[in-house]
């Protein structure tokens, strides 16, 4: 961690983080608020997959036709039909099971909704249980089908026996915006990182940020394999670069 702190001062832009096990977490600045950007259509995925009208039976072409390139190519239509159709409470709902405390969605301008990387990192680390059995298989087929023009970042680095699930959001091409949360699986280990960063220069030099913070954050990553089965012991947290009050979580507002 101490690594991957050291790296993101001598970059331009703002970065937070969060590396989570099953007993274990690593910290750094991890409730700074910030736009979700389309790491939100993660949650609307688990939203719809739960929905009364879809859980219950096959998912079909229609349905397909609305997840599939709201994750696999991060469709930004599919996206605003999904919220349509799962509606604010949807989105409320999958906050509140996965334990948030600090989510806001933004129903108008949902890119604009607000997370942070503890929220995040805690749901991708069991994403998969977040969402109904019968289509568990169908959402994790989904993250870990990105499309190759958009796998920078975590689906730059090699991680040989991990299985790789991730979302990612960016700023219409600039840097404002550059985040990936991200579920890593070897056999029955898991590892959640959340990488979210803000105000970079520019796209391509958030990219690399990004790409090179989880470098960092995994270079010890056999090591967090064997921490991940000791005992739970408290999180480790650096101190923030600044303070940040989060909001109460609120109740569902409508558009």
Do not use: C
């Not at 105000?199 to 270079?219: C, G, I, N, W």
């Amino acid at each position: 961690m101490r690594a991957a702190i050291a790296y993101a001062h001598t970059r331009a832009g703002e970065v937070s983080f969060v590396v989570r096990t099953e007993h274990r977490v690593w910290a750094w600045r991890p409730t700074r608020l910030v736009p979700s950007a389309s790491v939100l259509k993660a949650m609307l995925l688990v939203a719809y997959l739960d929905d009364p009208r879809v859980r219950h039976r096959p998912l079909d072409a229609a349905d397909h036709g609305l997840i599939d390139p709201m994750i696999e190519r991060s469709d930004n239509t599919a996206a605003t039909n999904v919220l349509g159709f799962v509606g604010p409470s949807g989105a409320y709902g999958v906050a509140r099971r996965a334990g948030m405390l600090h989510f806001t969605l933004d129903p108008v301008i949902w890119g604009l909704s607000q997370i942070d990387a503890a929220d995040q990192a805690r749901f991708f680390l069991h994403i998969d249980r977040e969402v109904v059995p019968r289509h568990r298989a169908a959402a994790m087929h989904l993250l870990a089908s990105v499309i190759p023009a958009q796998r920078w970042g975590i689906g730059q680095l090699s991680l040989p026996g991990w299985q790789v699930y991730f979302k990612g959001g960016w700023g219409a091409g600039t840097g404002e915006v550059e985040h990936q949360v991200v579920l890593l699986r070897h056999g029955a280990i898991r590892l959640a990182l959340a990488v979210l960063i803000t105000s970079s220069p520019s796209h391509e030099y958030a990219k690399q940020t990004l790409r090179d913070v989880f470098r960092a954050l995994l270079r010890g990553v056999h090591r967090l394999l064997v921490e991940s089965k000791t005992t739970p012991s408290a999180p480790q947290v650096a101190p923030p670069v600044t303070k940040v009050t989060p909001p109460v979580l609120p109740g569902p507002r409508s558009a």
